[in-house]
């Protein structure tokens, strides 16, 4: 069964400084990779994604995610974060097709002014 | 032009009410979703249809009952209603395999639907 596993519940960055969330998967075949964010009151808006090729995946918003298949990881990053990036995130894994989204837990984003 | 849409976006109800939920998307999509997000915000998948058909059923009880009355819709019915039930439930949709316009398989979400049951 496919899982996905955020291990940071919390983490607080101040504005300016450089972030990285991260997240790891277990599944059986090359999965589909997804991270999207939810912001106080809101749906979920998507970030980025990665089906195939290219491992270093660009989003909206100036993130960006690697793909690294020896470690089962696809960690966020963004060079310098924005109070307004405050917001919970997800990572998620899907097989396609009509398949529903695993996701992890969620990562709790606070920025420090 | 909302992507995907749900009504209600609040729903506050007593126990043992039968309460809908609708979505509609305007994306041409032929697959639709239902996700649950509790209390500790964990989203876990609940039923997806593809072209109104269903594929995926995940341990949910069968108060739960979905229905998809053309493509572009996928409502949630809940029969009565337990404070368990308390949660925000999103709509999904997606297109399988692509196409011109969206990227594979990406599923696009609704603002979702708050449900408070008393």
């Known amino acids: 069964a496919q899982s996905v596993t955020q291990p940071d519940i919390h983490i607080t960055v101040s504005e300016g400084a450089s972030l990285e969330l991260r997240c790891n998967y277990s599944?059986?075949?090359?999965?589909?990779l997804f991270w999207y964010v939810q912001s106080p009151g809101q749906g979920l808006q998507l970030l980025l994604k990665?089906?195939?090729?290219?491992?270093l995946v660009q989003g909206i918003k100036g993130f960006e995610a690697e793909f690294k298949r020896s470690q089962s990881s696809f960690n966020l990053r963004k060079p310098s974060v924005h109070w307004s990036d405050a917001a919970e995130y997800f990572c998620?894994?899907?097989?396609?097709?009509?398949?529903?989204?695993?996701f992890g837990k969620g990562t709790h984003l606070i920025i420090q002014p | 032009d909302t992507a995907v849409s749900q009504t209600p976006k609040y729903l506050v109800t007593q126990m043992g009410n039968d309460k809908s939920i609708k979505c509609e998307q305007n994306?041409?999509?032929?697959?639709m979703y239902w996700y649950k997000q509790d209390s500790k915000k964990f989203l876990k998948i609940m039923f997806s249809?593809?072209?109104?058909?269903?594929?995926i059923n995940e341990t949910v009880p069968n108060r739960f009952s979905p229905k998809s009355p053309d493509k572009a819709h996928l409502n949630l019915h809940i029969n009565s209603l337990e404070l368990g039930d308390s949660a925000v439930y999103f709509c999904?949709?997606?297109?399988?395999?692509?196409?011109?316009?969206?990227?594979?398989?990406?599923?696009?979400f609704g603002p979702g639907t708050r449900l408070t049951v008393l």
């Open positions: 999904a949709s997606s297109q399988p395999g692509g196409g011109s316009v969206f990227p594979t398989d990406t599923q696009y």
């Open positions: 990665y089906f195939s090729g290219d491992t």
């Open positions: 599944y059986g075949a090359t999965p589909y």
């Open positions: 998620a894994v899907g097989a396609g097709g009509a398949d529903g989204l695993t």
């Open positions: 994306l041409g999509h032929d697959t």
């Open positions: 249809y593809n072209n109104k058909e269903l594929i």
